[in-house]
């Protein structure tokens, strides 16, 4: 009826045409439209009472129903079939074997003097211990081509190699066809990381920081007492573990009777970004670091009011005596919490540890240091900044099948008499590397951005030259 009136055919006594308005009929669209409001609202209202009830809840006080771990069973089960089902298929291929360095080259531990040593047993050796031999270039040689091909530093800026594939395409060993299964297989395990596990996990993530953002505010209304203290801490605890659980994190802890105290630094090797998360899930810490802008900062801002954290603006990094007077004060007060500290300056893949910088043992004070290893095979969480930014970096972190490691509490180390700064950081390192398996590397983290210092390159002149000249020429 194209009409808006139509005529009422019986007239009244007076004889006007009265006109009624037309009814239409009800849009469909308009009408679904009212009908899906209600379901979404109610999926939406299920979604969270499920978050809430089931995940979010436990995870504050430190509680678990079993669903992380029945995950952790299935994804293991899963993991192992689909080797089994790869080597299956390349039985006529040798197996890829793990090596300490994750390299195609075999290397030597032995030093320079052993290995040219070895190379001079044909010559009888000079009686004033200094000499040289056209054999000497060939150890230069080949050491530059070695470092041509795979030096054994910039490959820790790089994600590790896998043993064996965990069907996700962005580890090293890359999909490819193998069999029916296995690609049905791999096809529905993206279905459940992006679509189930992906919003879960913001999901998580999200109410945990703007808990954390609010909690910490409040609490830092309140003046300064122990119930104050308290509460920062709770906060700040419950917060954390909603955040690892909205990565599906699994961490094991070893050694708890060696966990930091308060008026001690914490220092860790560095993976991640994470590896905060990791450790504040089981204490807190004072967080050291530099002032941020956007998202970062407004956390920083509310994380500060309620706990001491230390931020520095960028001019003050610069200042290292500051740095250090500052962290220095907050030591020696046995009431604040330890401070977490990453003496790495940089994330490396959790294959190996890097150059601890001295400035974090110069502070004083008790050393309690920790070990983190990742296991690469339900998600690779180490950060490669110079190809993901932090929103990439999240969002596969989120899109893996799990965050997997564990932390190994080291008995606490304080400075022997006669250990300058450099030696109690070697001493320290070593033993993280020790404990975590890794690969103790003297090379400076800084590399991954910077050139080879001067002074690296003229201690391993000096080194040689003694050997050519004696050694008079190391004066």
Request: hydrophobic letters at 40%.
């Amino acid at each position: 009826m194209k009409c808006s009136y139509f005529l009422d055919r019986r007239p009244p006594l007076g004889g006007a045409v009265n006109f009624a308005p037309c009814p239409r009929p009800e849009s469909r669209e308009s009408s679904c439209g009212l009908e899906l409001r209600p379901t979404a609202r109610s999926a939406a209202q299920v979604w969270l009472s499920l978050v809430v009830g089931l995940i979010m809840l436990p995870a504050m006080f430190g509680v678990s129903l079993g669903i992380t771990e029945t995950y952790m069973k299935v994804l293991i089960k899963t993991l192992k079939w689909a080797t089994f089902r790869i080597q299956k298929g390349r039985r006529e291929r040798e197996t890829l074997k793990p090596s300490p360095s994750n390299g195609i080259i075999q290397r030597d531990d032995g030093s320079m003097e052993k290995e040219i040593g070895e190379l001079r047993r044909s010559r009888p050796k000079r009686p004033d211990g200094g000499d040289f031999t056209l054999s000497d270039v060939f150890y230069f040689s080949r050491k530059g081509l070695e470092s041509i091909v795979e030096d054994e530093v910039t490959q820790r800026f790089s994600s590790e190699e896998l043993v064996s594939w965990n069907l996700l395409t962005r580890t090293n060993n890359n999909f490819h066809y193998v069999s029916l299964r296995l690609t049905v297989l791999w096809g529905l395990g993206v279905v459940i990381r992006y679509c189930i596990l992906a919003p879960l996990r913001i999901t998580l993530a999200a109410i945990g920081i703007s808990w954390l953002v609010i909690g910490t505010t409040v609490v830092g209304l309140l003046p300064s007492s122990r119930v104050k203290n308290w509460l920062s801490e709770l906060v700040h605890l419950m917060c954390y573990r909603i955040c690892a659980r909205g990565l599906s994190a699994t961490v094991h802890y070893h050694n708890k009777q060696n966990r930091p105290r308060k008026g001690g630094i914490c220092v860790a090797n560095h993976t991640s970004p994470i590896d905060v998360v990791i450790l504040a899930n089981d204490g807190c810490y004072a967080m050291v670091g530099q002032v941020h802008g956007g998202l970062m900062g407004v956390i920083q801002r509310s994380m500060v009011k309620s706990c001491p954290h230390i931020w520095f603006e960028r001019s003050e990094m610069k200042d290292r005596h500051l740095v250090t007077q500052r962290l220095r004060d907050h030591v020696n007060d046995k009431t604040k919490l330890p401070i977490l500290i990453f003496p790495e300056g940089t994330c490396i893949n959790n294959t190996s540890v890097m150059m601890f910088k001295k400035g974090s043992f110069e502070i004083g004070g008790t050393i309690y240091p920790v070990a983190i290893k990742y296991d690469p095979q339900f998600g690779d969480a180490f950060w490669n900044s110079a190809k993901y930014n932090m929103v990439s970096y999240l969002l596969r972190m989120m899109t893996s099948w799990a965050i997997v490691c564990n932390v190994w509490y080291l008995p606490a180390m304080t400075q022997m008499e006669g250990e300058d700064a450099v030696q109690f950081a070697n001493r320290v390192k070593s033993a993280i590397a020790r404990q975590g398996g890794l690969v103790d590397l003297s090379w400076d983290g800084g590399l991954k951005r910077d050139k080879v210092k001067n002074t690296f390159k003229e201690l391993e002149q000096k080194k040689y030259s003694s050997m050519v000249v004696g050694d008079d020429s190391s004066d």
